[in-house]
């Protein structure tokens, strides 16, 4: 077949390309980056998709013979992954592409249309250009080559359509995330302990971040990572998987997150603080298992608006709230420790957040790390509601997101394991994010242990969320499969058998198609690629 008939779409990464240009990658960024960096400045972290693509084009610039056999010899992995559809779409570079493969293989007699050869000839010539650029003076040669034009257009929206595994048919199964016929873009994620939930986190995020780190709309990620798996030195390998390094990790434990959980309100009417004070304190009492009382309650709203009155409405800290609070109580009483006392003074004792900004949460990747925590206590949730409240106040500043003909920018994921421990409790922002701030192009992932957990008195997550993928669970609720999945009788019964048979990595999904027509099953099995 010849070459011109060449086909760019629907190739796979080879499972072991990473490790294969690892020490490119490496050199790239010692090259580029200095030797210290102040506490607001990061250094560059090179995505996979940007060094895969200088490796291609430099192989491609070399024009040594190739061969047909040498393309062959390439090993073919069981665990391939879609490539990114923005490697070859960024910046209109795909013809530049094109037209070099033609060049160097226009005496190669092969397959072309065969997405399998492909592929591996474009690991060959990835495999040629980092043996170019390690030669002695070859990335200093290379380094400043750049054919991709700078520039922003609605068209360089990445298409977000996350890979996770295979059907029981062998067919890919993907999530579409950000074509403008999906309803809205939240994930819910249910699995006991070792059903492989968080193995499909990474997956989704993976994915995510593949599609979209190096184009002009990356989508960002903030990762409460209750269990501390994602945050552990030992498993350091997993954080390249998201296009991020060891930065991308905040202990509060350590070292206080660097930013204020508080809004600022300068220039901004007086009724906009008395709402927000009313919330605070609720949320307040709320993450608090003590029992607080209307009073307390009361007194802890005019102390947050006397904080912000002596700020100048400027972002306040908590010693202020705790020192307004202690101002209102009776003077014979000022030296008790009340219920609202306790929970402020826990928060000041602990330190968890910094008291100016010293980050964007919006424009880096972050993992929270919640691993040396009390799940259920107050430190946990303070952190996951402040922190989600920070992300509202953020995005509540930002224009609407960008659309294209087919598909709306997304901007950025929350993802929240072990979610049950946020959802039990009237969590505004958390609700916020779910019910508006897609809008914005913000979205969520909840994972939790147990269905059942998604439905509460003060929010249904079910109907908002695209995409249910129930793994193996302890115990199903027949009333939430009936919801999800539109399925009663002998229907409703063959799901909760194909649940209670899913194995480790394996989950069951709506077939959305099959639901709107009304036939065959409403759902579908995926055994979930495995990555870490």
């Given at each position: 077949m010849k070459v011109q008939d060449i086909k760019l779409e629907g190739l796979k990464l080879l499972e072991e390309t990473h490790d294969l240009l690892e020490d490119v990658k490496h050199s790239l960024e010692q090259r580029l980056n200095l030797k210290e960096y102040s506490e607001s400045v990061r250094p560059v972290v090179l995505n996979l998709s940007t060094v895969m693509r200088i490796c291609l084009l430099v192989g491609l610039s070399d024009n040594a013979p190739r061969s047909k056999e040498k393309i062959e010899a390439i090993p073919s992995t069981s665990g391939n992954q879609p490539l990114a559809g923005s490697f070859f779409t960024k910046?209109?570079?795909?013809?530049?592409?094109?037209?070099?493969?033609?060049?160097?293989?226009?005496?190669?007699?092969?397959?072309?249309?065969?997405?399998t050869f492909v592929?591996?000839?474009?690991?060959?010539?990835?495999?040629?250009?980092?043996?170019?650029?390690?030669?002695?003076?070859?990335?200093?040669?290379?380094?400043?080559?750049?054919?991709?034009?700078?520039?922003?257009?609605?068209?360089?929206?990445?298409?977000?359509?996350?890979?996770?595994?295979?059907?029981?048919?062998?067919?890919?199964?993907?999530?579409?995330?950000?074509?403008r016929a999906i309803a809205n873009t939240q994930i819910l994620v249910a699995g006991t302990t070792g059903s492989g939930k968080s193995n499909l986190l990474a997956v989704l995020i993976n994915q995510i971040r593949m599609a979209s780190s190096d184009t002009h709309y990356p989508v960002n990620f903030l990762l409460f990572d209750y269990k501390g798996e994602f945050s552990d030195p030992a498993n350091a390998a997993w954080l390249s998987k998201f296009e991020t390094d060891s930065s991308a990790i905040l202990n509060p434990m350590e070292k206080p997150l660097p930013f204020t959980p508080f809004k600022d309100f300068t220039g901004r009417p007086v009724n906009e603080i008395n709402l927000y004070s009313t919330t605070?304190?609720?949320?307040?009492?709320?993450?608090?298992?003590?029992?607080?009382?209307?009073?307390?309650?009361?007194?802890?709203?005019?102390?947050?608006?006397?904080?912000?009155?002596?700020?100048?409405?400027?972002?306040?800290?908590?010693?202020?709230?705790?020192?307004?609070?202690?101002?209102?109580?009776?003077?014979?009483?000022?030296?008790?420790?009340?219920?609202?006392?306790?929970?402020?003074?826990?928060?000041?004792?602990?330190?968890?957040?910094?008291?100016?900004?010293?980050?964007?949460?919006m424009q880096g990747c972050y993992i929270i790390n919640l691993g040396q925590f009390e799940k259920d206590g107050i430190m946990a949730k303070a952190i996951v509601y402040f922190v989600t409240s920070k992300l509202n106040s953020i995005y509540e500043k930002l224009p609407g997101q960008a659309v294209n003909d087919e598909r709306v920018e997304i901007r950025h994921f929350t993802i929240i394991d072990e979610a049950h421990y946020m959802l039990n409790f009237e969590n505004k922002p958390l609700q916020n994010l779910i019910a508006v701030g897609r809008n914005k192009g913000m979205s969520v992932i909840l994972a939790t242990q147990n269905m059942e957990s998604f439905k509460t008195k003060h929010?249904?997550?079910?109907?908002?969320?695209?995409?249910?993928?129930?793994?193996?669970?302890?115990?199903?609720?027949?009333?939430?499969?009936?919801?999800?999945?539109?399925?009663?009788?002998?229907?409703?019964?063959?799901?909760?058998?194909?649940?209670?048979?899913?194995?480790?990595?394996e989950l069951i999904t709506k077939d959305a198609q099959a639901m709107a027509l009304g036939i065959g099953k409403h759902w579908k099995k995926v055994k979930v690629t495995h990555l870490i």
């Amino acid at each position: 077949m010849k070459v011109q008939d060449i086909k760019l779409e629907g190739l796979k990464l080879l499972e072991e390309t990473h490790d294969l240009l690892e020490d490119v990658k490496h050199s790239l960024e010692q090259r580029l980056n200095l030797k210290e960096y102040s506490e607001s400045v990061r250094p560059v972290v090179l995505n996979l998709s940007t060094v895969m693509r200088i490796c291609l084009l430099v192989g491609l610039s070399d024009n040594a013979p190739r061969s047909k056999e040498k393309i062959e010899a390439i090993p073919s992995t069981s665990g391939n992954q879609p490539l990114a559809g923005s490697f070859f779409t960024k910046s209109n570079i795909k013809s530049v592409f094109l037209a070099l493969i033609k060049l160097r293989y226009k005496d190669v007699d092969a397959d072309w249309q065969n997405s399998t050869f492909v592929s591996k000839a474009l690991v060959c010539e990835m495999l040629r250009g980092r043996d170019i650029l390690m030669a002695e003076g070859g990335i200093d040669e290379w380094l400043h080559y750049s054919p991709m034009k700078v520039g922003r257009s609605l068209m360089d929206i990445p298409e977000l359509n996350l890979y996770i595994g295979k059907y029981e048919d062998g067919m890919d199964a993907a999530l579409d995330i950000n074509s403008r016929a999906i309803a809205n873009t939240q994930i819910l994620v249910a699995g006991t302990t070792g059903s492989g939930k968080s193995n499909l986190l990474a997956v989704l995020i993976n994915q995510i971040r593949m599609a979209s780190s190096d184009t002009h709309y990356p989508v960002n990620f903030l990762l409460f990572d209750y269990k501390g798996e994602f945050s552990d030195p030992a498993n350091a390998a997993w954080l390249s998987k998201f296009e991020t390094d060891s930065s991308a990790i905040l202990n509060p434990m350590e070292k206080p997150l660097p930013f204020t959980p508080f809004k600022d309100f300068t220039g901004r009417p007086v009724n906009e603080i008395n709402l927000y004070s009313t919330t605070l304190a609720n949320a307040l009492c709320s993450i608090s298992s003590a029992k607080i009382s209307a009073n307390m309650d009361n007194r802890l709203s005019e102390a947050i608006i006397n904080a912000y009155k002596a700020k100048g409405q400027k972002p306040i800290t908590f010693q202020e709230v705790l020192d307004n609070y202690t101002q209102l109580m009776p003077e014979k009483k000022q030296d008790d420790m009340d219920s609202v006392k306790s929970v402020l003074s826990q928060l000041i004792r602990n330190n968890i957040f910094a008291e100016s900004d010293k980050i964007d949460l919006m424009q880096g990747c972050y993992i929270i790390n919640l691993g040396q925590f009390e799940k259920d206590g107050i430190m946990a949730k303070a952190i996951v509601y402040f922190v989600t409240s920070k992300l509202n106040s953020i995005y509540e500043k930002l224009p609407g997101q960008a659309v294209n003909d087919e598909r709306v920018e997304i901007r950025h994921f929350t993802i929240i394991d072990e979610a049950h421990y946020m959802l039990n409790f009237e969590n505004k922002p958390l609700q916020n994010l779910i019910a508006v701030g897609r809008n914005k192009g913000m979205s969520v992932i909840l994972a939790t242990q147990n269905m059942e957990s998604f439905k509460t008195k003060h929010f249904d997550f079910y109907a908002n969320a695209q995409y249910p993928l129930i793994m193996r669970q302890q115990q199903q609720n027949d009333g939430v499969l009936k919801d999800l999945f539109g399925v009663s009788g002998n229907a409703l019964q063959e799901l909760k058998q194909g649940i209670a048979g899913l194995q480790k990595g394996e989950l069951i999904t709506k077939d959305a198609q099959a639901m709107a027509l009304g036939i065959g099953k409403h759902w579908k099995k995926v055994k979930v690629t495995h990555l870490i």
